[in-house]
Nanobody, 123 residues
């Protein structure tokens, strides 16, 4: 069982930055994939970025060059650095983990979820 807790959301103006954190009960090499998803009102949950235990990382086209996923295993913490934020980045952001299988873009493939943290970007 992996318990995830996100923090760091907030309200910023377009062009600003935020860093989200996801504290995990454990974030060892036994986990296969960790990811950030987001869900805007009236829209489906979508993957933002993911990284697997081999360090392979992927990003949604909409955030490439602006967002960076990283982790600090000593603190069991996953981060999402978000720069050059746009109003369309406004959403609830979730961290997720799956303990088997490759990284996936499908939310249903992830067994563990945090409660989410709200990001609001104003123009």
């Amino acid at each position: 069982q992996v318990h995830l807790v996100e923090s760091g959301g907030g309200s910023v103006q377009a062009g600003g930055s935020l860093r989200l954190s996801c504290a995990a009960s454990e974030l060892t090499s036994s986990r296969i994939c960790v990811a950030w998803f987001r869900q805007a009102p009236g829209k489906e949950r979508e993957v933002v970025t993911s990284t697997d235990s081999g360090g392979v990382t992927s990003y949604a086209d909409s955030v490439k060059g602006r967002f960076t996923i990283s982790q600090e295993n000593a603190k069991n913490t996953l981060y999402l650095q978000m720069n050059s934020l746009k109003p369309e980045d406004t959403a609830m952001y979730y961290c997720a983990a799956r303990s088997w299988g490759a990284c996936s873009i499908w939310p249903g493939d992830y067994q563990y979820w945090g409660q989410g943290t709200q990001v609001t970007v104003s123009s």
